[in-house]
């Protein structure tokens, strides 16, 4: 399968756990996004690799967010002290030029 | 002012019917693009068919067909000959500012229409 994978597919943890949740770009696929989605509305951003470097980071990515891409391949999501409204999917996509591919999402339910 | 305005929250349709699903975009920006999603209740979020602000030409994608008008700022998707497995959330979604330098800016999504295929 050369798509966009996520590890975990689903995580259920408790309030003020840390979770960590990793990404497989398509292979050569320099570009790399964070989404979070939640129920009945469309993914909203939170940040953006291109190779390594972090280049943008939404406003939603609050100071427990932490995304690194230490070798501008795979890349992984720490949410530290998750909080319930943390709860939702986390999608993974990547891109090379125009075309952005999504993973199957990351699903995290924090209860 | 929402950047991509999906008005249909569900529609229905009869298999082997065409069916639209309707989306409306904003921006201020010369070059863009704009995509739709298909999000089965997996999750996945699946590419269907993208459309470049310059491409003269309606995208189509097999079964899938992007009505792309310009000058009224809608990319609508047209299923033909529905199926089934068709059944699931469609997403409309735009980039901006792709420019001649690549800038990789991310994708806004709309609120997304629910598809549900009758047999």
């Known amino acids: 399968d050369t798509g966009v994978s996520q590890d975990p597919r689903h995580k259920i943890t408790k309030r003020g756990q840390n979770v960590t949740f990793r990404c497989d770009p398509i292979?050569?696929?320099?570009?790399l996004y964070w989404y979070r989605q939640t129920l009945g509305q469309g993914p909203e951003f939170l940040t953006y690799f291109q190779n390594e470097a972090q280049l943008e980071k939404s406003r939603l990515l609050s100071d427990r967010f932490s995304a690194e891409r230490p070798k501008g391949s795979f890349s992984t999501l720490e949410i530290q002290r998750t909080e319930q409204g943390d709860s939702a999917m986390y999608l993974c996509?990547?891109?090379?030029?125009?075309?952005?591919?999504f993973g199957e999402g990351s699903w995290l339910t924090v209860v | 002012a929402q950047k991509i305005t999906q008005t249909q929250p569900g529609m229905f349709v009869q298999e082997k019917e065409a069916v639209t699903l309707d989306c409306t975009y904003d921006?201020?920006?010369?070059?863009?693009?704009l995509f739709w999603y298909k999000q089965p209740s997996s999750g996945e979020m699946i590419f269907l068919i993208y459309q470049g602000s310059y491409d003269e030409q309606n995208a189509t994608e097999g079964r899938y067909s992007l009505n792309f008008q310009k000058a009224r700022k809608s990319a609508n998707l047209v299923i033909s000959a529905s199926q089934l497995g068709d059944s699931a959330m469609y997403f409309c979604a735009m980039r901006e500012g792709l420019g001649s330098s690549g800038s990789a800016r991310q994708l806004t999504f709309g609120s997304g229409t629910q598809l549900t295929v009758l047999p």
């Open positions: 292979s050569e696929h320099n570009r």
């Open positions: 996509a990547s891109s090379l030029v125009n075309t952005i591919y």
């Open positions: 921006t201020s920006d010369q070059s863009y693009g």
